[in-house]
């Protein structure tokens, strides 16, 4: 067994050997411009036009409603600031949470600053978005509700369709940073009632640097300014020069995730309720952050009283886990995502997360469940020292 045993999946997954296979041709053999107008590009566009095909239908929505980014974050920024710039005018509000990822949050707190409003839901202990809060929140000046479908913190499992339909009710779009969620749960943007969906293809064992926004284009028809201008590349939506071996890779990924999306999830989901039984079995006063709500199959966010996650992680060098998003993973500060569910301070920093991904094993579960309880320890004698 390889050790750092790996189980920080939600910061990002290796890419699988079948995506890579697809890309490589891309960078030599077939390495034109997809808007070129000769066999070079033309080739690359039809590699386009599959990927973007087989991204579609991982989250049930037609080639034409999506388009290609350099990630999720680049995806949020422009489903957010693209639709304020269109329907801004009469109706000026968004309605997020506060456990969003930061980008969005980050985004909506940039448009506040060029006179945007912006409500941020509570969210219960386990984590969860209280709807008859939200409705009481909507009204007609809100023209954008973004709930983030899967925490990447917590995997805590938000009502997508029920929030939808009260959004829509209000006559608002309704924008979700599935992120976490495509490949890990089962998605139709039409059933669900989604407007606006955002991807990254690196946390589906894709590559690093490419991502995907679904803009519905009928029922209504939802309308973008594009945020970064160019060559009118993606319907004139999001300009410059297409990423095309890293959206050869996206597709594959989101056809393999899309095949193995059930089997998969029920193999982790029995892996990381044995992860949780033997790690609360053999450490006292360890709490699963969000176990009250639905949750993503693979993820897990341990809380260890008594052994701060600054401290517990650098003595845990045979297991690689993280202290919550990796985009803050150099900071002390406490966890934005535990303190709004009631967690104290000294709580959320007491916090592990803990993301299984397809190539996790038992072997690896239960050695690193030891590895856990023997680092916990550790930590809490020193701490009585």
Known sequence: MRTPIYLDYNATTPVDDRVLDAMLPFFREHFGNASSEHSFGWTADEAVKQARERTAKLIGATPRTLFFTSGATESVSLAIRGAGDIYGGRRHRIVTVQTEHRAVLATCEAMEREGYE?????????????????????????????????NNETGVVQPIPEIAERAHRAGALMMTDATQAAGKLPISVNHDGVDLLALSAHKLYGPKGVGALYVRQRGPRVRLAPQVTGGGQEEGLRGGTLNVPGIVGLGMAAQIARRAQADDAERLEALRDRFEAAVCAAVPGTAVNGAGAPRLPNTTSLRFEGARAAQLLPVLHDVAASAGSACHAHTDEPSHVLTAMGLTPEQARATVRFSLGRPTTEAEVDVAAEHVAESVHLVRRRAAA
């Not at 941020?120 to 479908?149: C, H, K, Q």
């Open 118 to 150: 912006t409500t941020y839901l509570p969210v219960g202990t386990d984590g969860l978005v209280d709807l008859d809060a939200l409705e009481a929140a909507l009204n007609e000046e809100t023209f954008l509700v973004s709930v983030m479908w899967a």
